[in-house]
């Protein structure tokens, strides 16, 4: 069983920058890959960016490619998502997410606002 527990959502303007952090236990953390997905507002949930059990490997969706950047600390349990260049429509709530053994486990989410 893995828990993970998201934080660092808050306002912010356009063009601002804000960091997430994903704090996992249950499992061995340094086994499995991590991710982040997003929920606006009467939209369905998005894939934004994962990254590979070692950190070698990231991948990123579209609409952040290139303002965006996925990270992990294997020692500290612990996976970030820099966010840089914030647009409006990046406002949603952010989750985290394992899928491990056929499973999928997700954070409760953190919500992020973007104001123009």
């Known amino acids: 069983q893995v828990q993970l527990v998201e934080s660092g959502g808050q306002l912010v303007q356009a063009g601002g920058s804000l960091r997430l952090f994903c704090a996992a236990s249950?499992?061995?953390?340094?086994?499995?890959?991590m991710g982040w997905f997003r929920q606006a507002p009467g939209k369905e949930r998005e894939y934004v960016a994962s990254?590979?059990?070692?950190?070698?490997?990231?991948r990123y969706g579209d609409s952040v490619q290139g303002r965006f950047t996925i990270s992990r600390d294997n020692a500290k349990r612990s996976v970030y998502l820099q966010m840089n260049s914030l647009k409006p429509e990046d406002t949603a709530v952010y989750y985290c997410?394992?899928?491990?053994?056929?499973?999928?486990?997700w954070g409760k989410g953190i919500l992020v606002t973007v104001s123009s």
């Open positions: 997410h394992v899928p491990l053994w056929g499973m999928d486990y």
């Open positions: 249950g499992g061995t953390f340094s086994s499995y890959g």
């Open positions: 990254i590979s059990w070692s950190g070698a490997n990231t």
